[in-house]
């Protein structure tokens, strides 16, 4: 299989950390007056509005007010969409893997793969589909009146960085490191982010870690590698906290 000349991988590489970077800073008090912020505008705000224009004068407004309802509830709305994007890649990335290393794992002449990869494939498979789901049903630290005092207690304000405050929708105290969700109108202690429809909070850790820990082994998993008799490669991960809206 022929590889990409290594300008192509570099140029694509440069892309993905520019756009990265200007979707995460170009609002930024630092950078929203300067060039990020201005493509940022560009591709958050004109791009789009360009593109609704051009939708509504070729389909007609029927159309276009349909795909905006979609777009609309597809990223600002609970869904199960992404959920069910994520576990079709993870299902299609074990299934990619059964179908063109499994046989030379299970080949008892295959003396290159170590006989205790026949356990260790379907206790990963297994963790994989299992931490999904403890990730998904996770609460995330959502504060009510019966654990309010409690998050108080374990995340005091320090003056510092933190200060006292109300939730203004929800009508409560806020302690270090929560905010309040718009999304799911709810507010959560020690909010970290939301990844579209989980979020990273206080009491969700051990499903979202085992979830990202057990799908790096098969993204780092090369067959040709296996069949070639070379060391599998295992990759470290980031550990998140994920809960299902």
Not at 86 to 107: E, N, R
Not at 152 to 165: E, L, T
Not at 185 to 205: E, F, W
Not at 209 to 233: M, N, V
């Amino acid at each position: 299989m022929a590889l990409l000349p290594l300008w192509v991988a570099g140029a694509a590489l440069a892309l993905s950390v520019a756009f990265v970077c200007v979707l995460l800073c170009g609002q930024s008090e630092t950078f929203r007056h300067g060039p990020l912020g201005r493509v940022h505008a560009w591709l958050t705000v004109r791009l789009p509005r360009a593109l609704a224009a051009g939708l509504r004068r070729v389909c007609g407004a029927r159309v276009a007010n349909a795909a905006s309802s979609c777009i609309d509830y597809t990223t600002n709305q609970r869904n199960p969409f992404l959920q069910l994007f994520f576990l079709g890649l993870l299902l299609g990335g074990i299934a990619a893997f059964c179908y063109s290393a499994l046989p030379y794992v299970l080949d008892p002449a295959h003396r290159y793969v170590h006989p205790l990869h026949r356990l260790v494939i379907p206790l990963a498979i297994g963790a994989s589909l299992l931490s999904f789901y403890l990730a998904c049903r996770s609460d995330p630290g959502e504060l009510t009146a019966r654990n309010l005092r409690r998050a108080m207690d374990r995340y005091p304000v320090d003056y510092v960085i933190y200060v006292p405050k109300e939730c203004g929708t929800c009508k409560i105290p806020r302690p270090a490191r929560s905010k309040h969700c718009s999304l799911c109108n709810k507010c959560v202690a020690r909010y970290d982010h939301r990844m579209q429809r989980l979020i990273a909070g206080t009491h969700s850790s051990g499903g979202s870690t085992l979830t990202h820990a057990a799908t790096a082994r098969w993204c780092f998993r090369d067959p040709h590698q296996i069949a070639h008799g070379s060391t599998i490669a295992w990759a470290p991960t980031t550990c998140a906290t994920f809960w299902r809206s």
